[in-house]
């Protein structure tokens, strides 16, 4: 079930399999990535999610504000959700991939749910429905 679309982000959730899953489609403003994230951690919240997968390969770079809100806002409120594993699949741009290393794997706070990187959407589904 698709949830929110835009030229910019795919947010959709599997049911069966209980997968909420979020694709970066490139650059968007840093009202609307503020805005996108904020109503993915409610829908994560709302559904409670087992699994998640984000797909950032096409993310741009962030602007240095939006980089310290991710970091003091968003991954403070995502590692706080329900998840039990969360895969992810890291941006091609360099710089972007840098941002997402600072912020999610060299954070001094480990999320608390088993987390997992991937080169491939299939490879990241398939590890997350796998059997724990």
Request: aromatic letters at 14%; one cysteine or more.
């Amino acid at each position: 079930m698709v949830y929110f679309q835009t030229d910019y982000l795919l947010v959709e959730y599997h049911v069966a399999s209980h997968v909420l899953l979020s694709q970066w489609y490139g650059k968007c403003s840093s009202l609307q990535y503020r805005q996108a994230l904020i109503k993915l951690i409610r829908l994560a919240r709302e559904l409670g999610v087992p699994y998640a997968i984000t797909d950032s390969r096409l993310l741009a770079p962030l602007a240095p504000d939006d980089l310290v809100w991710t970091r003091d806002i968003y991954a403070q409120a995502f590692s706080q959700l329900p998840l039990k594993r969360a895969a992810s699949l890291h941006p091609f741009d360099p710089a972007a991939n840098r941002q997402f290393q600072q912020v999610f794997v060299n954070s001094s706070d480990p999320l608390p749910f088993e987390t997992k990187e991937f080169d491939d959407l299939t490879s990241a589904y398939d590890w997350l429905v796998s059997e724990e």
